[in-house]
């Protein structure tokens, strides 16, 4: 059974850091390009960040986090990670991770392959 599972989110201050984790099951990591995504209240859901394959680990970030966000994958853990530095409240939502292909021109293609999301919420 393909299944994507985030953790790691919670309640941070502004300035604060967190690390989300996006745990794979089912199918092999090393093959799909994997997506972070969020949506708060009211809001479409927008991409993030995403991380390649292992062919050439191609990293690619909104501009909204660029500078504050990194993004990482451990293939022996099936995990992708997503380290958020120095929050602020607008990047409270819910984080949702997502295997996919990044096509020839960069852009990410997601899958209909998504996890349940891990809310994080940024508030002094």
């Known amino acids: 059974q393909l299944q994507l599972v985030e953790s790691g989110g919670g309640l941070v201050q502004p300035g604060g850091s967190l690390r989300l984790s996006c745990k794979i099951s089912g199918f092999n990591l090393e093959n799909y390009a994997i997506g972070w995504f969020r949506q708060a209240p009211g809001k479409e859901r927008e991409g993030v960040s995403c991380i390649s394959d292992t062919t050439d680990n191609y990293l690619e970030y909104a501009d909204s986090v660029k500078g504050r966000l990194t993004i990482s994958r451990d293939n022996a853990k099936n995990t992708v990670f997503l380290h958020m530095d120095n929050l602020k409240p607008e990047d409270a939502a819910v984080y949702y991770c997502?295997?996919?292909?990044?096509?020839?021109?960069?852009?990410?293609?997601?899958?209909?392959?998504w996890g349940q999301g891990t809310q994080v919420t940024v508030s002094s």
């Open positions: 997502n295997a996919g292909h990044i096509d020839g021109d960069g852009s990410y293609k997601p899958f209909d392959m």
